[in-house]
């Protein structure tokens, strides 16, 4: 069994792979307290619900956006596996040529997302991650990743109401029934979720504008993607909340 690890600003997501599937995910919050022995009793748990142990695991891949945390969960990957893991990183063996400066600057969660997107989707397409960040990612029509963009998240901008305003609550993130609310939460809700469409959407446009690409694939990802896309944006080919552990799988294959 293979382990895939994205480390997120909020979240862990974690796959389980067996004979190139990935049979079960499972998701942890980002907790920047913990010890590597509390990580790896997490982690021993989660094996044992499905009726495996730590011998059982092969092999570990991780992508981080918390560098605070790699050192944690690299000692506890060799503590509890006996394994090394694969840092993902512009320098391993990526299957597509990276265009931006300077190349560590670009965050692993980018990475992983257009490998599974040029793998899964071909090219050129774009990636749309709706996470703590929005992210726009750029495959070319030679499938080389040249850049994008990187916007705010939607919840960072709900809570940013909340929290430079005196009177305004903290509102759920549902898409209200009208653009016109007549509460206080429903115009916050209008004015999030419809403003962060507008947002998505004419960044999209303009891409595609700037591009030329008229075959040009745009996929959703992402833990808030369901709310633009389902809530009625048509400016999306495809939803794929799995996309970053398929990255991550690629990638174990092509460097092992």
């Excluded at 040529?97 to 793998?119: F, H, M, W």
């Excluded at 979720?193 to 745009?218: T, W």
């Amino acid at each position: 069994m293979i382990l895939l690890l994205d480390i997120g600003n909020s979240n862990i997501k974690i796959g389980a792979v067996v004979d190139d599937k990935i049979v079960k995910t499972w998701r942890i919050a980002t907790d920047l307290s913990k010890t590597a022995d509390e990580f790896g009793m997490v982690f021993i748990e989660l094996l044992n619900s499905i009726g495996k142990n730590s011998k059982d695991i092969e092999g570990v891949i991780i992508s981080s956006v918390a560098p605070s945390l790699n050192y944690t969960i690299e000692h506890m990957c060799e503590y509890y596996f006996n394994l090394k893991p694969i840092m993902v990183n512009y320098k391993i063996n990526l299957g597509m040529n990276i265009i931006y400066s300077p190349k560590e600057d670009l965050g692993t969660d980018r990475i992983v997302n257009c490998v599974a997107g040029k793998q899964k989707y071909g090219y050129p397409c774009l990636i749309v991650d709706f996470g703590s960040a929005t992210t726009f990612n750029v495959i070319s029509n030679k499938g080389d990743f040249i850049g994008g963009v990187i916007a705010p998240g939607i919840k960072s901008s709900a809570e940013a109401l909340t929290n430079i305003t005196a009177k305004l609550p903290r509102i759920e993130l549902n898409t209200p029934s009208k653009v016109i609310g007549i509460n206080t939460v429903s115009n916050m809700q209008s004015g999030v979720i419809y403003g962060f469409r507008g947002l998505v959407e004419g960044i999209i446009a303009l891409i595609k504008e700037e591009c030329g690409y008229s075959n040009l694939k745009v996929i959703a990802t992402g833990g808030m993607s369901e709310i633009i896309v389902r809530g009625g944006s048509t400016a999306f080919d495809k939803i794929d909340r799995m996309l970053s552990l398929e990255g991550l799988k690629h990638l174990y294959k092509l460097n092992t």
